[in-house]
């Protein structure tokens, strides 16, 4: 895990500024969000990376990061397929059921950029392969059921 603070490759570029919700007092999460994205794309152009934005394609992950590696190691080029998540503060996180799987699946080529401290100062945290990690499975409501018996016994209207 690699951790850079406000005075590294995170700050936030281009006049950016945090703002709060009107009123609630709460970060507003898109906020977080945006700004988590905008310190995960700083950072891996500090690493000289070129990063492409996949955020809304559903694949899993919201960056695809790409950096040619030194005449060393030959011309490959190392490929990191990165998830994002902000926090206003400091917190825990979910991944989706997608973003498991899809950490699963690619190993140690994903990548999960944890960015606290959106509404301050904000500090990227990076984790490879964090499907290596326990975690612990949260259940939602994808649907809702309702038995025929229930349906049968509701008076008829017209």
């Known amino acids: 895990m690699e951790s850079f603070g406000p005075s590294g490759p995170c700050r936030l570029h281009r006049g950016s500024t945090v703002g709060r919700a009107r009123g609630s007092g709460r970060f507003e999460v898109r906020n977080q969000q945006r700004i988590a994205g905008q310190a995960a794309i700083a950072f891996e152009e500090a690493r000289g990376c070129r990063v492409e934005s996949v955020e809304s394609d559903t694949r899993g992950f919201d960056l695809i990061s790409r950096r040619a590696l030194s005449s060393t190691e030959g011309k490959r080029i190392e490929t990191r397929f990165i998830e994002v998540k902000g926090r206003a503060?400091?917190?825990?996180?979910?991944?989706?059921a997608n973003e498991y799987k899809t950490a699963q699946r690619l190993g140690d080529d994903y990548w999960l950029y944890v960015v606290f401290k959106c509404a301050s100062k904000p500090l990227v945290t990076t984790i490879q392969n964090p499907a290596r990690f326990d975690w612990e499975p949260l259940s939602k409501i994808d649907c809702y059921r309702l038995g025929s018996e229930m349906i049968l016994k509701e008076p008829l209207r017209s």
């Open 89 to 96: 503060a400091v917190g825990e996180i979910a991944l989706t």
